[in-house]
T-cell receptor
Framework: QKEVEQDPGPLSVPEGAIVSLNCTYSNSAFQYFMWYRQYSRKGPELLMYTYSSGNKEDGRFTAQVDKSSKYISLFIRDSQPSDSATYLC??????????FGAGTTVTVRA | DVKVTQSSRYLVKRTGEKVFLECVQDMDHENMFWYRQDPGLGLRLIYFSYDVKMKEKGDIPEGYSVSREKKERFSLILESASTNQTSMYLCASSITGFEQYFGPGTRLTVT
């Protein structure tokens, strides 16, 4: 079993829809939870991070962590074609290492 | 802005060749990482370095080695390339460990 599970999709939504992405994990020691965005032919870039359980909002993006269920989510409101990318969840283990999900490819149709 | 550059965007090598992938960062970060990215598997850590000349194995180090002679430069070496090392290779640097800055990647094909 992988340490971090993420449905690879692909996910296709019309412009303006809410995009819902999620990951599950098995290691209860994870404390930092991140979402990275990767555009085609580019490296990933950090979108948001959350420490421990709870919600965090940044503009149209909301990250949620439920440590009791070992489940994290990312919601994108009022999605735009420019949000079309692969979204990877990641969790910090130890001092420096990250465990990544497989990534979900999202297409927002104009 | 942090910039992480990788020496090649695309590389084609033959089985058995020794391959060098170079990564340079310009933000004086202590930590540098090499990942490979494969469909359905996500990013998997090959090696990382937390200081000059210091390195630690990641999750899939077999068939790879690394070199970090200067703080800004981290090299990945495939000692004898094999077809199962065909992949996208991503380099990253970081201060905190969780906010990692990635380069654009090198797509390596081994034939």
């Amino acid at each position: 079993q992988k340490e971090v599970e993420q449905d690879p999709g692909p996910l296709s939504v019309p412009e303006g829809a809410i995009v819902s992405l999620n990951c599950t994990y098995s290691n209860s020691a994870f404390q930092y939870f991140m979402w990275y965005r990767q555009y085609s032919r580019k490296g990933p870039e950090l979108l948001m991070y959350t420490y421990s359980s709870g919600n965090k909002e940044d503009g149209r993006f909301t990250a949620q962590v439920d440590k009791s269920s070992k489940y994290i989510s990312l919601f994108i409101r009022d999605s735009q074609p420019s949000d079309s990318a692969t979204y990877l969840c990641a969790m910090r283990r130890g001092d420096y290492k990250l465990s990544f999900g497989a990534g979900t490819t999202v297409t927002v149709r104009a | 802005d942090v910039k992480v550059t990788q020496s090649s965007r695309y590389l084609v090598k033959r089985t058995g060749e020794k391959v060098f992938l170079e990564c340079v960062q310009d933000m004086d970060h202590e930590n540098m990482f090499w990942y490979r990215q494969d469909p359905g598997l996500g990013l998997r850590l090959i090696y990382f370095s937390y200081d000059v000349k210091m390195k630690e194995k990641g999750d899939i180090p077999e068939g790879y080695s690394v070199s970090r002679e200067k703080k800004e430069r981290f090299s990945l070496i495939l000692e004898s390339a094999s077809t199962n090392q065909t992949s996208m290779y991503l380099c990253a640097s970081s201060i905190t460990g969780f906010e990692q800055y990635f380069g654009p990647g090198t797509r390596l094909t081994v034939t």
